[in-house]
């Protein structure tokens, strides 16, 4: 007998894209083991320097009277831990003179569960008739959110300007004559830096787009995951900005906690009331851990110096070695392009023209033991369906090991060769 799912369970049970690549990441890890090049997720790497503060400030919870006991024996109030909310509050005013208090921060379970909350308490069907979207303004756009719908179609997407910088690069900027904000539009969202394409929206493009919303009394929800002041994995300009207005969004993840699933809202009194609502509603309360490990780091600063000073060069270098990679492995007659490298774990390659469509070249790679993610998982939203170039680009990570990495990107010139070489070749 099969039981019946409501248009809720149709929409959360069925699979997905981000669900589809995760199940395919666990099935390849445990056939293949150690032979695997893991280019494919948003997995952090274990940094030493960082990896030691974490030992020290557990040493440091467990020398405490209680605090052990404390982190995994008490349930915290739905809107998170009152000190870390105060800690990182006086963070931002000190680093940036916003004007917040505790009131304007709540903690999710993970960076992805808070936009389920807000993504489903904005848009989606009303009361009226009404059904209410979130615009997208520059899609490819990250992988998670695509699914977040509790019904019905969520995102409208937009497609991006391409700007094409040199012979191997380009960069993908909002176009603004092509966005429409009308009753339907809910809310705006951006990432940035921008997951899958380490893209960071300029001062002046997040300046617009928050004047766009203001100006339709809408929010601009902004995912910071990968941005300042932390874990700041960012290599060009960008400043961050908060106002009643925005919903900004942090994590706890790409700084080096991905398992204590802790995940920030900062946002005006009226949303933290609504996030506060639905954690006590779906999850009862927040994890412990993530904010006791990091709140004498928000307190004391710390937490900028590692971002500053360790996190961001690393992945800085680590972007470099994977660009020389690509300069090493890849054919320079052939028509691949990068995205001009800002920010993120990732980098975003673009092959014109590609003989088939990233999604096989996905499956050709995972034959040999690499891991990638196939572009057009990430451009959704869009009401054209036939752009070519949704089907002819990847997401690599370069987070992993250097060898596994320098591997990984060799088998990947060698099939993007042999793709070119097949489609060239005559019938």
């Known amino acids: 007998m099969s039981w019946e799912l409501s248009e809720f369970g149709q929409g959360l049970c069925t699979g997905s894209?981000?669900?589809?690549?995760?199940?395919?990441?666990?099935?390849?890890?445990?056939?293949?083991?150690?032979?695997?090049?893991?280019?494919?997720?948003?997995?952090?790497?274990?940094?030493?320097?960082?990896?030691?503060?974490?030992?020290?400030?557990?040493?440091?919870?467990?020398?405490?009277?209680?605090?052990?006991?404390r982190m995994l024996g008490d349930y915290e109030g739905p809107a998170g831990n009152e000190k870390f909310r105060n800690a990182l509050a006086g963070l931002l005013r000190r680093k940036f003179g916003w004007s917040l208090g505790p009131e304007n921060v709540a903690i999710t379970a993970g960076g992805q569960t808070a936009f389920f909350f807000l993504f489903n308490s904005l848009a989606g069907r009303f009361e009226d008739g009404r059904h209410k979207k979130v615009l997208l303004p520059l899609?490819?756009?990250?992988?998670?959110?695509?699914?977040?719908?509790?019904?019905?179609?969520?995102?409208?997407?937009?497609?991006?300007?391409?700007?094409?910088?040199?012979?191997?690069?380009?960069?993908?900027?909002?176009?603004?004559?092509?966005?429409?904000?009308?009753?339907?539009?809910?809310?705006?969202?951006?990432?940035?830096?921008?997951?899958?394409?380490?893209?960071?929206?300029?001062?002046?493009?997040?300046?617009?787009?928050?004047?766009?919303?203001?100006e339709?009394?809408?929010p601009l929800i902004i995912d910071n995951a990968y941005g300042a002041p932390f874990p700041n994995i960012i290599f060009s300009g960008g400043t961050p900005v908060w106002n009643e207005n925005i919903i900004l969004t942090q994590s706890l993840s790409k700084i080096g906690l991905p398992g204590t699933r802790t995940g920030i809202v900062i946002a005006r009194e009226e949303v933290i009331r609504?996030?506060?609502?639905?954690?006590?509603?779906?999850?009862?309360?927040?994890?412990?851990?993530?904010?006791?490990?990091?709140?004498?780091?928000?307190?004391?600063?710390?937490?900028?110096r590692l971002s500053d000073e360790v996190v961001q060069p690393f992945y800085r270098d680590r972007s470099d070695q994977a660009r020389a990679l690509i300069e090493k492995y890849f054919d320079p007659a052939l028509p691949w392009r990068v995205h001009k490298r800002e920010g993120a774990l990732f980098l975003w390659l673009?092959?014109?023209?590609?003989?088939?469509?990233?999604?096989?070249?996905?499956?050709?790679l995972k034959a040999r033991d690499v891991l990638v993610v196939p572009g057009n998982y990430f451009f959704y939203g869009l009401e054209e369906s036939g752009w070519a170039h949704r089907d002819e680009c990847l997401r690599i990570s370069f987070t992993m090991p250097e060898k596994v990495v320098e591997e990984g990107f060799r088998i990947i010139g060698e099939e993007v060769q042999r793709a070119y070489s097949e489609g060239l070749a005559p019938d």
């Open 17 to 69: 894209g981000i669900g589809e690549l995760m199940e395919d990441l666990g099935l390849a890890l445990a056939a293949g083991g150690e032979r695997m090049c893991m280019l494919g997720g948003g997995q952090p790497a274990h940094i030493p320097e960082i990896d030691a503060v974490w030992r020290r400030r557990m040493e440091e919870i467990m020398a405490e009277d209680g605090g052990l006991e």
């Open 139 to 214: 899609v490819p756009e990250y992988i998670g959110y695509a699914n977040q719908s509790a019904g019905g179609d969520l995102f409208r997407g937009v497609k991006p300007r391409i700007d094409l910088l040199g012979e191997h690069e380009f960069k993908y900027r909002v176009d603004f004559d092509s966005l429409e904000i009308d009753e339907e539009v809910a809310a705006i969202c951006v990432s940035r830096p921008t997951n899958p394409t380490g893209n960071v929206l300029t001062d002046d493009e997040i300046r617009q787009l928050a004047g766009l919303a203001a």
């Open 216 to 218: 339709h009394e809408i």
């Open 274 to 304: 609504w996030v506060t609502s639905m954690t006590s509603i779906v999850g009862l309360s927040n994890t412990n851990a993530g904010q006791a490990i990091m709140q004498p780091l928000m307190e004391s600063g710390e937490i900028l």
């Open 350 to 364: 673009w092959f014109e023209g590609l003989p088939i469509k990233s999604s096989e070249l996905y499956q050709r």
